[in-house]
Every structure is written in C-alpha cells, then in structure tokens.
C-alpha cells in the first residue's frame, strides 16, 4: 500500500532562496509532523498537524520556517532566505489519528545550503 | 540529558549476539515507541509500550518499560547483518506539555 511520500527526495539550493517541500501522508490519517534531522543526530520536532484543529507550531526554529495542510492531507514545510544551517534532511510523518499511535515516516527531502 | 535519550550512542556486536539499547527519559509519559532507521530511509516503528506494561515482545525484539526509574530497553536476539541501523526511542508526553520527543539514537553494527 501507499506510504507517506515526500517530495522532492533532494534539493539543492543557493543561500537566501525559498524552498518548499512537500509531505502526501498516508489517505486517512489525520495527524501529520514534520521534523528536521541533522547529520548523524536524532530527530528534532517542527510542526504537528491534527485533523482541523490549530497546528502546533512550537517547533519551528524561526519565523522563516512555516507550513500548511491543504484539505487535512498534503502538507507543505516553507523555508524562507534559507541559511546554510538549514541544510538536513526534512522527515514527514503521519499517524491514524494523534501522538499515541504508531508514526509512518516518509523518506525525507535531504535539503543542501550551498 | 534530554528528554528521550538512548544509551550507548554506538554498539557494535557480531551476528548471533544479542543487543541492548537503553532509553531514559525526566517527564511523565504516555507510551513510548522504539524505531529503527535505515541509512538515507525514514524511521520504521517498531514497538508501541504503553505506561501501564512492562515488557512487550515482537519476534527478535523484547521491550520493557521502568516508569519508577523512567527508562526502557530494547533487546534484539540473535542479530542479524540486516539489523545495522540506529535505533531511536520516542516518548509521547503531550499531556505533560510536551510533544512527541526523540532522542538522538543508537547505531548499532552488527559484522556478519
């Protein structure tokens, strides 16, 4: 069956461009998270969306970073004048419905800052 | 130490032995969940445990849960070359003001 599929798989990108980067969760789900993992370390959490209700925004490291879910299915993650910080690789993730059930993860976009 | 972090950061075993991955955490939980991530792959779930169990089994894998000490273990018997990965534990303490929390892993090497 379908998994969680996220797009583009690698994005290449100049210091101070915008990127977008695309999550389809698994058709059903209603929770939807997005995290960031550096080289070699754990996962750190962005953003989680459930059903309608407000997303939990508490994760996002700053103000360029935003993200949307369109319809409560595909999500966008929105970096705005990327940094070479940034660089990583972006996982997405959807469970059932929220934080107590089981997370299908994408395999990431891996965003590189030149 | 952060919410949610494994011990040792790297194992490196041969095939047939068995590994212990060790997680420890400060807040109260709801469950928590051990995944494994193959390199350049997303996460894959493991094992869901619940606060109220104490070990839970899923073929190779053995699971227990210490709430009083605030730690959990996997346990992987009689590894295989195919369990190279790092292995991450996740904690869900929302009711506690927090979100889903994963720490930062354990790579493990099994050498065939």
């Known amino acids: 069956g379908a998994g969680v599929s996220q797009s583009p798989s690698n994005k290449v990108t100049e210091k101070g461009k915008d990127v977008e980067l695309r999550c389809d969760p698994i058709?059903?789900?209603?929770?939807l998270y997005w995290y960031r993992q550096s080289l070699g370390q754990g996962l750190e959490f962005l953003i989680y969306f459930q059903g309608n209700s407000a997303p939990d925004k508490s994760g996002l490291p700053s103000d360029r970073f935003s993200a949307e879910r369109t319809g409560g299915s595909v999500s966008t993650l929105t970096i705005q004048r990327t940094q070479q910080e940034d660089s990583a690789v972006y996982l997405c993730?959807?469970?059932?419905?929220?934080?107590?059930?089981?997370?299908?993860f994408g395999d990431g976009t891996r965003l590189s800052i030149l | 130490s952060q919410q949610g972090e494994e011990d040792p950061q790297a194992l490196s075993i041969q095939e047939g032995e068995n590994a212990t991955m060790n997680c420890s955490y400060k807040t109260s939980i709801n469950n928590l969940q051990w995944y494994r991530q193959n390199s350049g792959r997303g996460l894959v779930h493991l094992i869901l445990?619940?606060?109220?169990?104490r070990e839970k089994h899923s073929g190779r894998l053995r699971v227990t849960l210490d709430t009083s000490k605030k730690s959990s273990s996997l346990l992987i018997t009689a590894s295989r070359a195919a369990d190279t990965a790092s292995y991450f534990c996740?904690?869900?303490?929302?009711?506690?003001?927090?979100?889903?929390?994963f720490g930062p892993g354990t790579r493990l090497s099994v050498l065939p």
């Open positions: 993730a959807s469970s059932p419905s929220d934080s107590r059930q089981p997370q299908h």
């Open positions: 445990i619940r606060s109220n169990e």
């Open positions: 996740a904690t869900d303490a929302r009711d506690y003001g927090q979100n889903f929390v």
């Open positions: 058709s059903g789900h209603t929770a």
